[in-house]
């Protein structure tokens, strides 16, 4: 069945510093969207893309689609102590249920 | 407030004992979902619902059982079936089509001892 695969599975960083995080999929996906879960907590919807090519703009986080629907991305700018959590992306191919990638765990430093 | 409740945030249960994990959402949305989720394993489904009375299967079924006689109500039950059942379960629902975020209960950390 579909896979959506993340890397880096973790990345530390200092306060101030760029964080990105990728997601592929083995098919092309009708949609991808992203999820962040602090620590302790659960996951929280924060956009979809669903447009060849498209990028969406959330503050500090750039939010890119492929070409050939099959990647995604994930930019902050300037991380903040705020910015800790994990980054789950979630592809929909031809089922009607959410596959998630394992997540991108990020650590922020002061 | 709208949302999504799970409960009991923790629960213990002795090996060989069924569970029920309980989750009521007031969203009104069709979809429910449950989700199972390991250190660093992601998200992986269990069952999935997008109507009142139909679920189907999803990656990790085994040794789990749903029901949805409700729209509100989506309650997992953990069997003594299923062989590794610790775990952190979450809900979640959805307008019903595969183009809507979900929205997420704040789980269930499930310990069989």
């Known amino acids: 069945g579909q896979q959506v695969m993340q890397i880096p599975q973790y990345q530390h960083v200092q306060e101030g510093e760029d964080f990105t995080t990728y997601c592929n999929s083995s098919?092309?996906?009708?949609?991808i969207q992203w999820y962040k879960q602090r620590p302790g907590g659960h996951p929280v919807f924060l956009i979809q893309?669903?447009?060849?090519?498209e990028v969406k703009k959330q503050k500090r986080l750039t939010f890119q689609f492929g070409e050939a629907k099959k990647n995604s991305s994930l930019h902050i700018t300037a991380t903040q102590t705020t910015d800790v959590g994990t980054y789950f992306c979630?592809?929909?191919?031809?089922?009607?249920?959410?596959?998630f990638g394992k997540g991108t765990s990020l650590l922020v430093t002061p | 407030d709208g949302g999504i409740t799970q409960s009991p945030k923790y629960l213990f249960r002795k090996e060989g004992q069924n569970v029920t994990l309980s989750c009521e959402q007031n969203l009104n949305h069709d979809a429910m979902y449950w989700y199972r989720q390991d250190p660093g394993q992601g998200l992986r489904l269990i069952y999935y619902s997008q109507i009142v009375n139909d679920f189907q299967k999803g990656d990790i079924a085994e040794g789990y059982s749903v029901s949805r006689e409700k729209k509100e109500s989506f309650p997992l039950t953990v069997t003594s079936a299923q062989k590794n059942p610790t775990a952190f379960y979450l809900c979640?629902?959805?307008?019903?089509?595969?183009?809507?975020?979900?929205?997420f209960g704040s789980g269930t950390r499930l310990t069989v001892v």
């Open positions: 979630a592809g929909s191919g031809s089922g009607y249920a959410l596959n």
């Open positions: 893309l669903v447009k060849s090519g």
């Open positions: 979640a629902s959805s307008w019903g089509h595969r183009d809507y975020g979900y929205t």
């Open positions: 098919t092309t996906l009708s949609n």
